[in-house]
């Protein structure tokens, strides 16, 4: 029996947010997180059986589900990554930085989406999912201010996630647009083969 490679990820990442939501650091931050990869997980699940896309697609995609509903879990300042920190040689956790990451792996899907629905050529598919990450990127900046300004308190500094860095918010967008290129990069070395 083979076993299929969307399938499988989709359960390892619903057993993973069940354990997310048990006894999270702080729930009202783990609903503000876990929002988005919810919405994502369902839109990709549903859409399964109209668009599948290639299982390095999905690949890329989970990683970012997971990282983010691992820091839901535990705040992204607070997951566990000391290894990381002290190899890295700073003070910050970079967990966030990190999963910001990964938001630009998306990339790939959007331009493998348009250029399998025959929507745009490869070079403007490209240039699209780049541009697609970072107005997401951008977007999403806002929205954590918009939570920390209406939450205040620990749950507004923790959903914002700065750990005291005034140029958090631009860092993230350039980590986020740095994994779109990493991703598109990944994308044209497939697409030339």
């Given at each position: 029996m083979k076993l299929n490679f969307p399938i499988v990820l989709a359960i390892a990442i619903a057993v993973l947010m069940v354990w997310s939501v048990i006894n999270p650091a702080m729930m009202d931050v783990w609903i503000a997180e876990m929002t988005p990869v919810i919405l994502i997980f369902a839109l990709l699940v549903v859409s399964y059986r109209k668009f599948q896309f290639s299982n390095t697609a999905y690949a890329l995609m989970s990683v970012w589900l997971i990282m983010h509903t691992i820091g839901a879990h535990y705040t992204f300042a607070e997951v566990p990554f000391d290894w990381f920190t002290q190899w890295w040689g700073g003070e910050r956790n970079?967990?966030?930085?990190?999963?910001?990451?990964?938001?630009?792996?998306?990339?790939?899907?959007?331009?493998?989406?348009?250029?399998?629905?025959?929507?745009?050529?490869?070079?403007?598919?490209?240039?699209?999912?780049?541009?697609?990450?970072?107005s997401v990127a951008a977007a999403y900046e806002i929205i954590e201010w918009q939570f920390a300004v209406i939450a205040g308190g620990d749950a507004g500094i923790e959903f914002l996630g700065s750990q005291g860095d005034i140029w958090d918010a631009q860092k993230d967008m350039l980590a986020d647009t740095l994994g779109a290129i990493a991703a598109l990069l990944l994308f044209w070395l497939k697409q030339r083969k």
């Amino acid at each position: 029996m083979k076993l299929n490679f969307p399938i499988v990820l989709a359960i390892a990442i619903a057993v993973l947010m069940v354990w997310s939501v048990i006894n999270p650091a702080m729930m009202d931050v783990w609903i503000a997180e876990m929002t988005p990869v919810i919405l994502i997980f369902a839109l990709l699940v549903v859409s399964y059986r109209k668009f599948q896309f290639s299982n390095t697609a999905y690949a890329l995609m989970s990683v970012w589900l997971i990282m983010h509903t691992i820091g839901a879990h535990y705040t992204f300042a607070e997951v566990p990554f000391d290894w990381f920190t002290q190899w890295w040689g700073g003070e910050r956790n970079h967990y966030d930085r990190i999963a910001h990451f990964s938001v630009g792996f998306y990339a790939y899907a959007a331009a493998e989406l348009l250029l399998r629905k025959q929507w745009a050529k490869p070079v403007t598919a490209m240039f699209f999912g780049l541009f697609m990450v970072m107005s997401v990127a951008a977007a999403y900046e806002i929205i954590e201010w918009q939570f920390a300004v209406i939450a205040g308190g620990d749950a507004g500094i923790e959903f914002l996630g700065s750990q005291g860095d005034i140029w958090d918010a631009q860092k993230d967008m350039l980590a986020d647009t740095l994994g779109a290129i990493a991703a598109l990069l990944l994308f044209w070395l497939k697409q030339r083969k």
